[in-house]
């Protein structure tokens, strides 16, 4: 094979390139159609009323008091700890009652003593009444012999009083459960000196439980005694019981400047004392507020909150201002920057642009209300 001839094979896919390269030059230029961004959106509800409140509270037993001693003294011994159940008349504490035990011996003594008194003022009236009907004796000391007796019945009806009193300082050294329940608190223990009337074991009382909360001077007038709310439990997630407002303080806590607010619970097995309750309640709202899922959230290049509304007819997104309220469990609610209607994206909008072509992900275009946690929609390009 000559060598022109080799030269010329080569050339001819070279030839090739560059006549297709002519063609397309000279013909109309092929432009790919970008794919339109799939987003998920959302229809903005009529705006709501009513405003959520929310707290977080302590289950209380109803009846909850601090037994002490009705008498001062040593403790010398406790027979409870906490968690302990007792019953009526169940032994909770007992005092050194030697001083007690003497206060009786004495009593015992001056009441023997005023008896042999009376006695004898006795004995003197009737001898003193014979001698009177005989004529041996004047009125006047019939009158001293009975006001003798008189005086010497007195004195035995007290010594009795104050023994009555001293026995029962001795039984007052036992402190006994007057009502079924569950120690809950321990204020002194053995070898202690109490007061009269110190707390030394604290029983919650069986029965009703209540949550008790604190609600801040500016939501108390939301709370009044019947009103219904509900109450959720941090270690019960599926148990949810409804509470009525029992008692509202008619003052706030020098400290906290808040309001306690006891809530009545029905009966429930599940419900043990000291659990963290959540309570949820309702109040008239002096604002309109609107409803988004959190992820419809977004922030444009000055640092403005914004949403962003898809155009139904153009099919377009386009950055909305809005003013967010106060966040909730399920999202946020917005006071101001939407209409009921809107179409608010919900996931994707960390790709959007002002004046983007969309293709809407969802068909039956659901209520904020139904939206949920909204999963973002993988671009066609990623997928």
């Known amino acids: 094979m000559s060598a022109s001839f080799r030269l010329y094979i080569l050339a001819l ?213 019947g009103k219904e709310v509900e109450v959720g439990f941090w270690s019960k997630d599926g148990l949810a019981l409804k509470g009525v407002v029992r008692e509202v303080a008619g003052s706030a806590d020098a400290t906290s400047r808040t309001f306690a607010v006891r809530i009545s619970l029905s009966d429930n097995p599940q419900i043990l004392l000291g659990m963290t309750a959540r309570v949820t309640a309702t109040a008239p709202s002096d604002k309109s507020l609107f409803e988004l899922p959190l992820s419809a959230l977004t922030r444009d290049n000055a640092e403005q909150t914004i949403v962003w509304t898809v155009d139904r007819m153009a099919a377009t997104v386009h950055a909305r201002p809005v003013t967010v309220d106060t966040f909730s469990d399920t999202g946020i609610k917005v006071s101001s920057g939407l209409n009921p209607g809107d179409l608010v994206v919900v996931a994707g909008t960390q790709f959007m642009a002002e004046d983007m072509k969309v293709r809407l992900a969802d068909k039956d275009l659901p209520r904020a209300a139904e939206a949920g946690d909204a999963e973002p929609v993988p671009d066609a390009a990623t997928r």
């Open 13 to 225: 896919p070279l030839v090739a390139a560059l006549g297709l390269t002519a063609c397309t030059e000279g013909g109309a230029e092929v432009v790919e159609e970008p794919s339109l961004r799939p987003v998920k959106v959302i229809e903005v509800a009529a705006p709501s009323t009513a405003r959520e409140l929310r707290y977080s509270g302590t289950v209380k037993a109803r009846s909850e008091a601090a037994a002490g001693f009705r008498v001062s003294g040593k403790i010398i011994e406790r027979l409870v700890d906490i968690g302990d159940r007792v019953a009526p008349g169940d032994i909770l504490a007992r005092l050194d009652v030697t001083d007690y035990q003497l206060q009786v011996r004495s009593a015992e003594a001056s009441l023997a003593a005023a008896e042999r008194q009376l006695e004898t003022a006795d004995f003197a009236l009737k001898r003193a009444d014979a001698l009177y009907r005989q004529q041996v004796t004047t009125k006047a000391q019939l009158e001293q012999a009975q006001l003798t007796f008189n005086q010497a019945l007195s004195t035995r009806d007290s010594q009795k009083s104050s023994l009555e009193q001293a026995r029962n300082q001795v039984a007052y050294g036992e402190l006994k459960a007057d009502k079924p329940g569950i120690v809950t608190t321990i204020g002194a223990d053995a070898g202690q000196v109490v007061a009269a009337g110190s707390p030394v074991v604290t029983v919650a009382a069986d029965g009703e439980k209540e949550v008790l909360i604190a609600v801040p001077e500016n939501e108390i007038f939301a709370f009044a005694p």
